[in-house]
Structure formats: structure tokens, C-alpha cells
């Protein structure tokens, strides 16, 4: 869905075109500008629509992961939404292809006295979301706004020694949507 002015420039630029297309004589170099504009735009407007959403598991799947001698990268396989494509299924991340300000959020569940991970930004831990407690299952959750650059990497990271499960229920999420371009 585009929005309203930016669908009047794009009808402004094709208008722009068939005008140029119609006269005598057309300049190489005008079309080619007048494309790479077009590209320009459509690659805004791409950019405008970015979300992604995945759990653990599926429902009826049952995950129990951890715990392990060093950090693992945890792999978020039910993807709920993914617009945009920025999600990379293979790797349980983002990768960013153009800068952006983007919203993560993330919820752990886990059980007592085993739980914590973390949104890494290459490599660097940004946020944790730690729970614990010594009886009865816990959870938490975390959200936080970063501003990406070209080749960052966004991903969750479970601590050595730390557990998850999910039983399909989908308590351990990853999440991030576009703030702004």
C-alpha cells in the first residue's frame, strides 16, 4: 500500500515518461534519469515495509534447548510474519542490506532458576532478558530500538549454562518492525 504522496510522485514520474516517450526525440541520458529516480522511490517505498515476527517452535512441537557449555545462537523456526524479507530463516537473524531505525522486541520462558538470553547486534550484547526465580516457570521480555547500518547483524543468543522451552505455545518470541527509513 502506498501512501498518498507517494503515489502522486510515482504517477507524476510515468506521466513525466509518456511525455517524453511522445515527442520527437528522446534523450538517452533524461531516461535514464528519470529511471533511476523510479528506482529511488520504489526502493523508499520498499523500505517503508519491514516485519518480522517468529517463535521457538510450531504449534505442537515441544522444545527443550540448553543447557550448553558456551552461547548458542537461538533459531526462531515459526515464522509468523516476515514483510520484507529482512528476516533470514537460516540464521535466526537480520542482516541488514540498507540502514534503518527498527524496533526488536523478545519474551523468554522458561523454567525455574534456568533462563536468560540476549539481542546481539554484532556481537555486541545490547539487551538481556533474564528470568529467573526458584520456584514455578518464568518469563521476561525486552525491547529496544536500534539503529542499524549496512551489514549489521541483529540475533538472540542464549547464555552458556541457560535453558528455554516452548511447547508450542509460542512464549519465546523475536520480533522487529521499521520505524523509520
Known sequence: ML???????????VEELRKENG????????????????SVIYHYIA??????SASLVESGNIADIGPF????????????????????YDYSAIIQ?????????????TAPLKG?????SNSLRVVIAHAR??????NSSKAVVLILEVGDV???????GRSIYDNGNNYNTFSGHLLFP
Not at 515527442?23 to 523510479?38: A, H, R
Not at 526462531?76 to 516476515?82: C, G, I
Not at 526465580?133 to 518464568?138: A, E, G, K, L
Request: proline share 0%.
Open 3 to 13: 501512501y498518498n504522496n507517494q503515489y502522486l510522485i510515482l504517477l507524476y514520474l
Open 23 to 38: 515527442g520527437e526525440t528522446v534523450c538517452l541520458n533524461e531516461v535514464k534519469f528519470s529511471l533511476y529516480i523510479l
Open 47 to 52: 523500505c517503508l515495509f519491514i516485519a518480522f
Open 69 to 88: 557449555t558456551t552461547e548458542i545462537t537461538v533459531t526462531f523456526r515459526n515464522v509468523f510474519t516476515n514483510i520484507g524479507n529482512d528476516y533470514n
Open 97 to 109: 542490506e540498507t540502514a534503518y531505525l527498527l524496533l526488536f522486541a523478545l519474551g523468554i520462558f
Open 116 to 120: 536468560a538470553y540476549g539481542t546481539c
Open 133 to 138: 526465580q526458584d520456584q514455578y516457570d518464568v
Open 154 to 160: 541483529v540475533y538472540v543468543r542464549l547464555w552458556s
